[in-house]
């Protein structure tokens, strides 16, 4: 489903809906919204058309396909024209704070006063609308408005995953160094460690191509929108920072849950070698009488059956305290 919107030189939104025929026809800057089906086998052919139907022109080198499969991650071009700026702009979200991050795609082209964006998400799409009409007139001018709002939504919500994955982070630092033993914190971690890299997988490629936007020669692009951008990109590494930052301390976390395990496991054994002596003494006492030779003198003492039993119960005692004060019991 496409829908075409309009920005006339004083920073109005206009939806086909509700403004005139005329007066919508009249305003030079397009901005077409693209809801692509779910079959992807389309997504390229719709991308493509909804190009042509903007009017963003690409030169001799490039066709409209090319530039179409560059933002849907098929194709990455040699070369791009200075002025477009083709994007993939994730939205990440994280629910739980440990499952896989889950992040609809925003796929962008600029150029000059064009924009095209598409994406299988509608919310996303409807959250973007949103935020440019949200915005005044005054910061509303200019297609590439739709790209610096696309990234404020973005950054909204790697900001949100960071800050989950940092409480999330904590929560499992204490469950790793407390009493309470938890079978299913080393699980837990690896799980948080995986979303992390997934939410780097998707957040990458967005700042290594925030610096192409600023970089665009065009005059509608004024000093507090590249301000506006910088700020934008330094958020965005603040967030890689963080994530970078939790994902080493569950790393450091993972290893000394490993070495409280080692230490458990030690300990345990040494509780079972030290039993399995103390078992050992009275068997082996038992043992020795219980051999059928005919000259063992202590079988036909009248205190010999009590005598073995205090050697047993002696040897056992003090085996005992020898173990209790290494530590082994």
Same mark, same amino acid.
């Given at each position: 489903?496409?829908?075409?919107?309009?920005?006339?030189?004083?920073?109005?939104?206009?939806d086909p809906r509700t403004t005139p025929p005329e007066v919508f026809a009249a305003a030079r800057r397009r901005w077409i919204v693209e809801l692509l089906p779910t079959d992807p086998g389309r997504w390229r052919s719709i991308q493509t058309d909804?190009? &042509?139907?903007?009017?963003?022109?690409?030169?001799?080198?490039? *066709?409209?396909?090319?530039?179409?499969?560059?933002?849907?991650?098929?194709? =990455?071009?040699?070369?791009?024209?200075?002025?477009?700026?083709?994007?993939? =702009?994730?939205?990440?979200?994280? *629910?739980?704070?440990?499952?896989?991050?889950?992040?609809?795609?925003?796929?962008?082209?600029?150029?000059?006063?064009?924009?095209?964006?598409?994406?299988?998400?509608?919310?996303?799409?409807?959250?973007?609308?949103?935020?440019?009409? *949200? %915005?005044?007139?005054?910061?509303?001018?200019?297609?590439?408005?739709?790209?610096?709002?696309?990234?404020? %939504?973005?950054?909204?919500?790697?900001?949100?995953?960071?800050?989950?994955?940092?409480? &999330?982070?904590?929560?499992?630092?204490?469950?790793?160094?407390?009493?309470?033993?938890?079978?299913?914190?080393?699980?837990?971690?690896? &799980?948080?460690?995986?979303?992390?890299?997934?939410?780097?997988?998707? %957040?990458?490629?967005?700042?290594?191509?925030?610096?192409?936007?600023?970089?665009?020669?065009?005059?509608e692009l004024g000093e507090d929108a590249v301000a506006h951008l910088e700020r934008i990109e330094a958020g965005f590494r603040r967030v890689a920072d963080a994530l970078d930052t939790d994902d080493r301390l569950l790393g450091d976390m993972l290893?000394?849950?490993?070495?409280?395990?080692? =230490?458990?496991?030690?300990?345990?054994?040494?509780?079972?070698?030290?039993?399995?002596?103390?078992?050992?003494?009275?068997?082996?006492?038992?043992?020795?009488?219980?051999?059928?030779?005919?000259?063992?003198?202590?079988?036909?003492?009248?205190?010999?059956?009590?005598?073995?039993?205090?050697?047993?119960?002696?040897?056992? %005692?003090?085996?005992?305290?020898?173990?209790?004060? *290494?530590?082994?019991?």
């Open positions: 489903m496409r829908t075409e919107y309009r920005l006339t030189d004083e920073g109005e939104l206009l909804a190009l &042509r139907e903007c009017g963003i022109s690409t030169d001799a080198g490039m *066709s409209l396909k090319h530039l179409a499969d560059t933002v849907l991650g098929a194709h =990455v071009p040699a070369s791009m024209p200075d002025d477009v700026i083709a994007m993939r =702009v994730a939205m990440p979200k994280l *629910s739980d704070g440990v499952s896989p991050v889950k992040a609809p795609i925003v796929n962008i082209i600029t150029q000059r006063d064009r924009a095209v964006t598409s994406s299988t998400d509608s919310g996303a799409l409807k959250k973007l609308v949103e935020r440019v009409r *949200s %915005l005044p007139p005054a910061r509303r001018r200019g297609a590439f408005v739709v790209v610096r709002s696309l990234l404020s %939504l973005s950054l909204e919500h790697a900001t949100d995953v960071a800050d989950r994955v940092t409480a &999330r982070t904590a929560e499992l630092e204490d469950q790793v160094f407390s009493d309470v033993d938890d079978d299913d914190v080393t699980t837990d971690i690896y &799980r948080l460690k995986r979303a992390i890299a997934d939410g780097r997988r998707r %957040l990458l490629p967005v700042i290594n191509r925030l610096s192409l936007v600023t970089e665009v020669d065009d005059a290893t000394a849950q490993m070495t409280l395990v080692q =230490v458990q496991q030690n300990g345990d054994m040494r509780r079972i070698s030290a039993y399995a002596a103390l078992i050992t003494v009275p068997t082996l006492i038992a043992g020795i009488y219980g051999m059928n030779f005919d000259h063992m003198p202590e079988l036909h003492w009248l205190l010999g059956y009590p005598a073995s039993l205090a050697l047993m119960l002696v040897v056992v %005692l003090l085996l005992r305290r020898a173990f209790r004060r *290494s530590g082994w019991l």
